[in-house]
């Protein structure tokens, strides 16, 4: 999600960097997803024939089912790397202006579809369970709720926990669930994952109990501390 200045959100995409807001996410496993490939353009190049290839396939995208939620999740993907090749530039000439546009409208309205369609998939009082979805489905739905309106899934933090504890997700994935619901209630973040940009800059959310975070952040797998994750962030000029 990208909100107008001064307050912006990172648009990153939830497979690459580890642990950022709204797009951050823990290390993929070796065998993740795999990234829709480009023999023309490279992946992350915003251009022309980029943004139609992923409108095209935007519109062949049929409602959400449990046999396409790692297409919706991949095509997410893409989009947010090409905001992102956008976003690092800084300043964009008037095609290129219009490209994030369009990148933003598909990211927007999709999104939402997603979302929505992922919650009316999802069992009640429960995660997906084995049966339902493999290790890539998991982690696809997991990408569309993260970048979904977590404003609306307050209350999923236990079944998302529970997933963890079961192997259906990661630990670390419930940790920047359970973060982003922190920061959107205005309470503490128990895991430090959650990142705004305001003003070009990086704004870190309060956590709880900053002498143990690093501890906490350990039991997940996260492998860099508090300091060193917020240095690598501030480091990458995300925000610029």
């Given at each position: 999600m990208l909100l107008a200045n001064p307050l912006k959100l990172l648009i990153v995409p939830l497979l690459l960097i580890p642990t950022l807001v709204g797009c951050g996410a823990a290390p993929p496993p070796p065998s993740q997803e795999s990234r829709i490939q480009s023999e023309q353009k490279p992946l992350n190049?915003?251009?022309v024939q980029s943004v139609k290839e992923l409108e095209q396939r935007y519109a062949e995208l049929t409602t959400l089912n449990l046999g396409n939620i790692s297409i919706a999740a991949e095509l997410d993907q893409k989009n947010r790397r090409l905001l992102a090749s956008l976003q690092n530039k800084g300043t964009?000439?008037?095609?290129?202006?219009?490209?994030?546009?369009?990148?933003?409208?598909?990211m927007g309205n999709r999104g939402q579809q997603n979302f929505k369609e992922l919650m009316e998939l999802k069992?009640?009082?429960?995660?997906?369970?084995?049966?339902?979805?493999?290790?890539?489905?998991?982690?696809?739905?997991?990408?569309?709720?993260?970048?979904?309106?977590i404003s609306k899934v307050l209350d999923l933090v236990p079944e998302i926990k529970a997933a963890a504890e079961s192997g259906l997700l990661s630990k670390q994935q419930y940790a920047l669930f359970a973060d982003r619901v922190a920061v959107v209630?205005?309470?503490?973040?128990?895991?430090?994952?959650?990142?705004?940009?305001?003003?070009?800059e990086p704004i870190f959310p309060p956590v709880r109990d900053p002498n143990e975070i690093?501890?906490?952040?350990?039991?997940?797998?996260?492998?860099?501390?508090?300091?060193?994750?917020?240095?690598?962030?501030?480091?990458?000029?995300?925000c610029k």
């Open positions: 190049v915003a251009s964009l000439t008037m095609d290129e202006e219009a490209l994030k546009g369009r990148l933003l409208v598909l069992p009640m009082g429960r995660w997906f369970n084995s049966n339902e979805l493999d290790p890539a489905g998991h982690r696809a739905a997991f990408i569309i709720l993260q970048h979904g309106d209630r205005g309470e503490p973040q128990e895991f430090g994952s959650q990142v705004n940009c305001v003003n070009g690093n501890q906490r952040r350990k039991e997940v797998g996260m492998s860099k501390t508090l300091e060193e994750y917020q240095q690598e962030i501030t480091d990458l000029k995300m």
